[in-house]
């Protein structure tokens, strides 16, 4: 089973990569004097972000309930690379700056959902196996 490209989740990944792509045009707003609980949420925003980017990627290249392995390994490389130009496009932006945590986070998000998707896969496929067959 190789990559099958779905286009509806494909054209939802591009409307997540151009909120993305906005989100990071916005100028730097914040001040010294920020709350610093909105600062460390507005920086780990980034897991759920690159999570959810990650999940359009796999669901756009496997239109079946099988997902491939080629399908979680191009998935996990663009997004990575997404995250790393998300972060060259932040450097650009005035107020803003490319941080290597920053992308960290988005490696851990990228981690985290190919983890809960392929657990989710295997729990689906052992439920199948251990239902009775009916005749």
């Known amino acids: 089973m190789g990559l099958h490209l779905e286009w509806r ?19 730097d707003l914040t001040t ?30 496997s239109g079946a309930l099988e997902i491939s392995g080629a399908a979680y390994g191009f998935a996990a490389l663009a997004t990575g690379v997404c995250a790393v130009l998300d972060e060259w496009h932040q450097s650009s932006v005035p107020g803003r700056h490319a941080s290597v945590g920053d ?13 809960i998707v392929r657990l989710m896969r295997l729990r689906a496929g052992d439920a199948r196996r ?6």
């Open 103 to 115: 992308v960290f986070l988005d490696v851990a998000g990228i981690g985290a959902m190919l983890v």
């Open 32 to 61: 010294t004097e920020s709350d610093p609980l909105v600062l460390l949420a507005s920086n780990l925003a980034h897991a759920p972000v690159f999570a959810v980017l990650t999940f359009c990627w796999l669901r756009a290249l």
């Open 130 to 135: 251990s239902q009775p067959r009916t005749s």
């Open 9 to 27: 989740y494909s054209l939802l990944t591009v409307a997540w990569l151009a909120g993305i792509y906005w989100m990071s045009s916005i100028p």
